[in-house]
Nanobody
Framework: QLQLVESGGGLVQPGGSLRLSCAAS???????IGWFRQAPGKEREGVSC????????NYADSVKGRFTISRDNAKNTVYLQMNSLKPEDTAVYYC???????????????????WGQGTQVTVSS
């Protein structure tokens, strides 16, 4: 059974940092991995994606320069380093696996096949 488990969420003050982890129960070598988020009353939106090798990444405009996606295929884990957090970053964050090696560039949830259960990130003073 293919499973993804997110961790690392929590409560942080504006301007603070968090690192999310996405651990897979399967080998990630051939999967692009995306991070998504969903705030209450809003649609799920794409945050970032990394290709299977990690050499190609993309980001939503709202997080560029603040968030960094990385992966360690030896550990079957993908990370999302989030710096300079803002209240509008508050959401449940999900990781998802795409059964292709490349990111599409569009960060559409419909392009991803396996999803984690999510981890809550709250940015508040």
């Amino acid at each position: 059974q293919l499973q993804l488990v997110e961790s690392g969420g929590g409560l942080v003050q504006p301007g603070g940092s968090l690192r999310l982890s996405c651990a897979a129960s399967f080998r990630l070598d051939y999967y692009a991995i995306g991070w998504f988020r969903q705030a209450p009353g809003k649609e799920r939106e794409g945050v970032s994606c990394t290709s299977s090798s990690g050499r190609s990444t993309n980001y939503a405009d709202s997080v560029k320069g603040r968030f960094t996606i990385s992966r360690d295929n030896a550990k079957n884990t993908v990370y999302l380093q989030m710096n300079s957090l803002k209240p509008e970053d508050t959401a449940v964050y999900y990781c998802a696996a795409r059964s292709l090696t490349r990111c599409s560039g569009y960060l559409r949830p419909s392009e991803y096949d396996v999803w984690g259960q999510g981890t809550q990130v709250t940015v508040s003073s």
